[in-house]
């Protein structure tokens, strides 16, 4: 027989069996202990230690790997950092402006010191994505420059930036490739007119993480840029890896 439209809307009302944490106003137990941890963080200063595991599972009534899973949470979030075999208090994180200006520009005007560790510095045939944001054929020459940026001493980027290689073949004469690569190209006549970025979330390969000195499953932020200048040639592609725990990004939006 079918039901009633009382009796369906009884069911409805009806809490879920089992625990479910669906039920309104149930929210897990690491949830309870981050809030406090982050109150508790507030009345700290950067790079005190934070409580061990074990003491903040005293101290809260849980167990460790509940702990555990708060402190992972407030470490993506850059409010915490590893520091040998204990937790402090990091810094909070460089909000980046997206704008036409260099990492080195950026970092200096939020007082932070910009700095970069060469990778490799080669030249290549470019692949089809490549050739298609040069708007150079396939296969054609370009020069790959890989460098780890740095803020404050600190690991923050993964940065791969392709120029089309006859244009820029001089750049090897005096340019220092842990300096702005944005000066030295202006310093060379040329312009940025305009670019194109999109921003999503990767994680980490093994190399990356290695070079980033962060885990495999941290949360990474992918910035793919496209420069042209102001007559619409292309200048660079750009493939940027960023630490989600140290970096955020901000842009101005004007109607």
């Known amino acids: 027989m079918e039901a009633t439209e009382p009796a369906r809307a009884a069911r409805a009302e009806m809490p879920r069996a089992n625990g479910d944490s669906a039920i309104p106003g149930r929210l897990p137990k690491s949830y309870h202990v981050r809030t406090e941890l982050e109150q508790m963080i507030d009345g ?14 005293v101290r809260f009534a849980v167990a460790r790997e509940t702990v555990r899973q708060a402190l992972r949470d407030l470490l993506v979030e850059g409010r915490v ?4 075999r204990g937790t402090v208090v990091s810094r909070p994180k460089m909000v980046q402006p997206l704008s036409l200006r260099s990492y080195t520009e950026g970092a200096l005007s939020l007082g932070r010191v910009p700095g970069r560790i060469l990778v490799g510095w080669e030249d290549l045939p470019a692949d089809a994505d490549t050739a298609r944001d040069l708007d150079i054929a396939p296969g054609a020459p370009v020069m790959h420059l890989e460098r780890v940026l740095l803020a404050d001493g600190e690991r923050i ?14 750049l090897r004469d005096g340019y220092d490739p842990t300096t702005s690569l944005y ?14 970025e999109r921003i ?8 990356e993480a290695a070079l980033l000195e962060c885990s495999t499953a941290m949360p990474l932020l992918l910035l793919n840029r496209r420069s042209v200048d102001p007559d619409g040639v292309s200048v660079e592609r750009v493939r940027s890896l960023y630490r989600g725990d ?3 990004f901000e842009a101005r939006l004007v109607e």
Request: hydrophobic share 40%; glycine share 10%.
């Open 183 to 196: 000066a030295a190209l202006r310093e060379r006549g040329v312009t940025f007119g305009a670019a194109t």
């Open 81 to 84: 950092r590893r520091q040998g």
């Open 200 to 207: 999503e979330t990767v994680l980490a390969s093994p190399r």
């Open 246 to 248: 140290r970096i955020a």
């Open 157 to 170: 980027g993964l940065e791969s930036t392709f120029l089309p290689l006859p244009r820029f073949a001089g």
């Open 44 to 57: 700290l200063a950067e790079g005190d230690p934070v409580p061990s595991e074990r003491e903040l599972a």
